[in-house]
């Protein structure tokens, strides 16, 4: 009976100690304001910031600047206050990248630009409901 115990308990502190560790690197949407802020005082883990792409009237993305060699790229981006920074990424442009909504980023301030490690992309819904029509 006793090894059961033990065995439970085992058990319950190794699902705790998961469950910690992978709560230690979840991290919550900020500005890019508040991401400078972190960095300047030291925060050291991946920050995430969502925003957009600026466009033009038209719809057209602006402010991406690719490298001769194709293996990474600069944009701008928007935050949700407004806050326009620029972005460098050390990946080629992600597909359907200029199509997105809404783009999250995940990376940290190093110097005045923010260095993303990786792009997360909201793209338009391909299955959208078609309205309904009656007669």
């Known amino acids: 009976m006793k090894k059961k115990?033990?065995?439970a308990i085992i058990i319950i502190a190794v699902a705790i100690t998961m469950i910690i560790s992978m709560a230690g690197d979840a991290s919550t949407y900020v500005s890019f304001?508040?991401?400078k802020e972190l960095s300047e005082k030291?925060?050291?883990k991946s920050i995430h910031v969502v925003g957009e792409l600026p466009k033009t009237a038209s719809g057209d993305v602006v402010g991406i600047e690719e490298s001769p060699d194709k293996l990474s790229f600069k944009f701008d981006m928007?935050?949700?206050n407004g806050s326009r920074?620029?972005?460098l990424y050390a990946e080629p442009i992600p597909t359907d990248f200029t199509r997105s909504e809404q783009v999250v980023?995940?990376?940290a301030y190093q110097g005045?630009?923010?260095v993303a490690e990786k792009i997360l992309l909201k793209c338009p819904s391909k299955?959208?409901?078609e309205p309904e029509f009656t007669s």
């Open 85 to 87: 920074q620029q972005v």
């Open 112 to 114: 005045d630009k923010f």
């Open 127 to 129: 299955y959208q409901e």
């Open 33 to 35: 304001k508040e991401a």
């Open 42 to 44: 030291g925060f050291k």
């Open 78 to 80: 928007i935050d949700e």
């Open 5 to 7: 115990y033990i065995v």
């Open 105 to 107: 980023i995940v990376g």
